[in-house]
């Protein structure tokens, strides 16, 4: 085995995900954006636990569903104080929570969250010591496909990375060894390390 350098690029979303609503202020189609604060009602021996929305227009608010009818017993201690406390990262996990938006039927907009990337130099074994290793970090859902993710990053256009896929450049570890796919979490790039692609390894390096 060779012992060599491994790269974690961790994306980190820098807004939260829109709901696309009704508002009945506004008589039409608008933007609800988190407040990124809960909301806690108690209801004789049951619990309700929304996430608060605002219009981004009229600023009339919507709460989405956490918890209906739920019985306190039932509800992680440690998670229900964060609700009470208005927990934003707690918050965060719930605004990203794909599963709460199909709950409350709520159309929700990926598409313009922005994100920054972190990148991390890691050691690592590998048995071929000729591929640079990237890790994928994405804890949220994301809409950014691998080739926009890698052009971003190196400053390179999509064509020229799509091109060096071709060639074997860059290779994904999935059955389907695609940049069409979306960035997922745990997935990895691998870099061929020769000498025609300086270009790409200096700028991940």
Not at 65 to 78: A, F, H, L, V
Not at 163 to 188: A, Q
């Amino acid at each position: 085995m060779s012992y060599l350098n491994k790269y974690q690029w961790e994306l980190v979303p820098e807004n939260l995900p829109i709901v696309k609503r009704n508002c009945p202020k506004c008589n039409q189609k608008s933007h609800y954006i988190s407040k990124e604060k809960f909301r806690v009602n108690a209801n004789k021996n049951n619990i309700d636990i929304w996430l608060i929305y605002e219009c981004e227009k009229c600023k009339s608010t919507w709460n989405m569903t956490i918890y209906e009818r739920i019985k306190p017993n039932d509800i992680n201690k440690y998670e229900y104080e964060k609700f009470l406390s208005n927990d934003k990262e707690l918050a965060r996990e719930y605004a990203f929570n794909l599963s709460v938006y199909n709950k409350n039927k709520a159309e929700v907009i990926l598409e313009d969250v922005n994100y920054k990337l972190i990148q991390r130099k890691l050691e690592a074994y590998y048995i071929n010591e000729n591929e640079l290793v990237i890790e994928i970090i994405c804890k949220y859902p994301i809409e950014m496909r691998v080739d926009k993710l890698i052009s971003d990053k190196l400053g390179l256009s999509r064509s020229k990375i799509k091109e060096k896929h071709r060639k074997g450049v860059f290779f994904i570890n999935d059955d389907k060894n695609s940049l069409d796919i979306k960035v997922r979490d745990g997935m990895e790039i691998h870099v061929l390390k020769e000498v025609e692609n300086i270009e790409v390894l200096q700028a991940i390096i």
